[in-house]
């Protein structure tokens, strides 16, 4: 009885850190959503606002949640406070502390940080032009690792499973 019980619990473990790792992509996947969804929601005030970009960010940070509404909140907020620093910056800055948190690939990171200072120097029309590049790298991208986790995660899955059984195996 003491075995089966120890059998079970070291099958569902193993799966169950199979699965944990399936939902750790699925939260990756989860983030460049949110950013991409950011960084439209930017491009449309930007083009029905005609505000400042500061003034963009702080009232755009309005309409997110979770972090990426603090990121443009306080970006929007270090200007009205007058704090020191270009828009780039602070984007930086800002980029720096959200992506500490929950990090996504390299070269995604050095987009969404480069974003600010490429920005800070365009007219709104390209600006817009810009937001909408990255937006398309970021669909691409989430394709791309949608593509790759689909079948990494039937093999992760599957992994758990046969790892389990295997140490069971190995047990009795």
């Known amino acids: 009885m003491v075995k089966g019980i120890g059998i ?9 850190l199979g699965l944990s790792i399936v939902r750790e992509r699925k939260a990756y996947l989860e983030q460049c959503r949110a950013w991409r969804e950011l960084f439209g929601l930017i491009e449309n005030e930007i083009a029905f606002q005609k505000s400042s970009l500061p003034e963009i960010c702080g009232r755009a940070g309005m309409h997110l949640r979770d972090d990426k ?8 907020g270090t200007f009205d406070r007058g704090e020191g620093g270009t828009l780039g910056e602070i984007w930086r800055r ?19 940080k480069g974003m600010g200072e490429k920005l800070c120097f365009e ?34 899955l599957c992994a758990g499973v046969m790892g389990g059984l295997l140490l069971t195996i190995l047990f009795l």
């Open 94 to 112: 800002e980029a720096d502390r959200v992506l500490s948190e929950k990090p996504l690939k390299k070269e995604v990171e050095d987009e969404i």
């Open 123 to 156: 007219d709104s029309e390209m600006q817009r032009k810009m937001l909408q590049d990255i937006e398309k790298y970021l669909r691409k991208h989430e394709e791309e690792q949608e593509n790759a986790d689909k079948e990494r995660n039937k093999l992760t």
């Open 8 to 16: 079970l619990i070291v099958i569902f473990g193993s799966s169950g």
């Open 69 to 76: 509404k603090l990121f443009l909140e306080s970006i929007g």
